[in-house]
């Protein structure tokens, strides 16, 4: 059975610009009802790019009241049914060999990541237990699959949603809710974009399709699993078979 994505509200973390944006605006496309979300609000001229105008959440991942706040407020918003899709997609990166890395850039990405991943899902998830319906997607990586050097904070990240979205996954099902990963390899966006041609072709030579892939393939790979009805507990690798 194909769930329908028209009609149905998403709210899609760190969506203010690239990949969150671009995943927005697909689900725009196919009809739903967008809720996206930055740290300081989102500009008016990126809001005039969708077909139905999208509401707004606005909170620190690392703000667990502010959090809370901002998704009960949403909840109160006149008219509003609630969310039926989740896509956890923001985060953040501090990188540097684990024996130089601080305790604080350690845990600054793991609460933004993680422990900011699971105070924006909790408060969601119990409207989505009680109406025994939805879909949660968490944003992986393959760094959480396989590591990666000087990524030690990000790959524990990384790793830690798939053990979330698997654990979540056993506790949702008996109520019809969904909870699913992607894990992305190298995409085209605002992160690479900052790479030095020398990094991108070292990149490159470890991706056997010898390209990055770009968002709306990403944006397609979480289409499908809001759609796939019978899906819960895994996690899809998009990755051009980098980790092969």
Same mark, same amino acid.
């Given at each position: 059975? +194909?769930? /329908?994505?028209?009609? =149905?509200?998403? !709210?899609?973390?760190? @969506?203010?610009?690239? #990949?969150?944006?671009?995943?927005?605006?697909?689900?725009?496309?196919?009809?739903?009802?967008?809720?996206?979300?930055?740290?300081?609000?989102?500009?008016?001229?990126?809001?005039?790019?969708?077909?139905?105008?999208?509401?707004?959440?606005?909170?620190?991942?690392?703000?667990?009241?502010?959090?809370?706040?901002?998704?009960?407020?949403?909840?109160?918003?006149?008219?509003?049914?609630?969310?039926?899709?989740?896509?956890?997609?923001?985060?953040?990166?501090?990188?540097?060999?684990?024996?130089?890395?601080?305790?604080?850039?350690?845990?600054?990405?793991?609460?933004?990541?993680?422990?900011?991943?699971?105070? +924006?899902? /909790?408060?969601?998830? =119990?409207?989505? !237990?009680?109406?025994? @319906?939805?879909?949660? #997607?968490?944003?992986?990586?393959?760094?959480?699959?396989?590591?990666?050097?000087?990524?030690?904070?990000?790959?524990?990240?990384?790793?830690?949603?798939?053990?979330?979205?698997?654990?979540?996954?056993?506790?949702?099902?008996?109520?019809?809710?969904?909870?699913?990963?992607?894990?992305?390899?190298?995409?085209?966006?605002?992160?690479?974009?900052?790479?030095?041609?020398?990094?991108?072709?070292?990149?490159?030579?470890?991706?056997?399709?010898?390209?990055?892939?770009?968002?709306?393939?990403?944006?397609?790979?979480?289409?499908?699993?809001?759609?796939?009805?019978?899906?819960?507990?895994?996690?899809?690798?998009?990755?051009?078979?980098?980790?092969?």
């Amino acid at each position: 059975m +194909v769930e /329908q994505i028209q009609g =149905k509200t998403v !709210l899609i973390t760190g @969506s203010s610009r690239g #990949i969150g944006l671009a995943i927005a605006k697909h689900f725009d496309q196919l009809g739903a009802q967008v809720v996206l979300h930055s740290r300081y609000g989102i500009d008016e001229k990126i809001k005039s790019q969708f077909n139905l105008p999208p509401l707004e959440v606005k909170f620190e991942l690392t703000n667990q009241q502010a959090i809370n706040r901002a998704i009960t407020d949403l909840y109160q918003t006149n008219e509003f049914k609630g969310v039926d899709i989740l896509i956890n997609n923001a985060g953040i990166t501090a990188d540097q060999l684990a024996v130089n890395m601080s305790s604080e850039n350690f845990t600054q990405v793991i609460h933004a990541n993680l422990i900011g991943t699971f105070n +924006v899902t /909790q408060p969601i998830l =119990k409207h989505m !237990l009680k109406s025994k @319906s939805g879909c949660i #997607i968490n944003m992986s990586s393959i760094v959480g699959l396989h590591g990666n050097i000087g990524q030690v904070n990000y790959a524990a990240s990384k790793a830690g949603l798939i053990g979330m979205t698997k654990t979540l996954a056993k506790e949702a099902a008996r109520r019809q809710v969904r909870v699913n990963a992607i894990a992305p390899g190298m995409f085209k966006s605002d992160m690479t974009d900052v790479l030095s041609d020398k990094i991108k072709e070292r990149i490159l030579e470890t991706i056997p399709m010898k390209r990055f892939g770009n968002v709306t393939e990403l944006a397609e790979v979480a289409e499908f699993l809001a759609e796939s009805s019978y899906m819960t507990g895994q996690t899809i690798v998009i990755d051009g078979g980098q980790s092969i």
